[in-house]
């Protein structure tokens, strides 16, 4: 049995050996053939159209603007889709949130939230003061109250605060069934003000609404400045951002 494979495989490789030359000669010939061909009948093919009536020539300019136009569209929508992937935040927000820019896009990529609701929330809550406490006893970035937090976790670590503070974010938001504003909301003065009127809430989360859809608003467009942000700063928040500022160095 071996003895005859042996020699089939001693045929077959023969046969191989004479073909090869063969295949390869048609392989480069094709290669080298085949795109001058293409472009050969492709001027041929225009010389056609343009032999045709006007009619169908107009049918074959609209046919290519047409594809222009999906081309630059799809060029557009990639771009898009890019700078939403990258995970950098909008230039508007201040010095001391831009600090954390590299960890706000990797906090945004492992929690799954947008990098610029990440930024607006760390904005209005800390303006980037890792270690700030409220007087209720919120801590951290993300301003997270203790109850939060696991016994052995530290509040005031960044990479811990902003995983529950994401936490918080992103069960306001399935509340919310996606309102960003109604979620920011939520994250401030809890899940029950999403059964409340607007008109019944307490200052501090309506003040917190106006604030942080303006501000993300303008994130979302990618804006050089923000009148909402201006307005926050103006209002109190330049105080927190100079805290902030003194405490990460940036003086």
Known sequence: MESCLSTKNQDQNETYRKLSPAWFFMVMVGVIILPNL???LTKVGLELVNELPGVVVDVA???GDALGDLITGIGDLLDSDSSINSGEIAPLFTDEVAHWQDDIARWAQTYDLDPNLLATVMQIESCGHPTVSSVAGAQGLFQVMP???????NPLDPNTNAMRGAGVLNE???LAEGDVGLAMACYNGGPSVLYQEMSTWYDEPRRYYYWGTGIYADAQNNAQSS?????W?????????DLASAELGLN
């Open 61 to 63: 300019e609209f046919a």
């Open 147 to 153: 109850f939060h937090f696991a016994t052995n976790e």
């Open 172 to 174: 306001c938001l399935r």
């Open 38 to 40: 293409l472009t050969t």
């Open 233 to 241: 700063l103006n209002a109190g928040g330049a105080r927190l951002c």
């Open 227 to 231: 009148p909402r942000l201006d307005e």
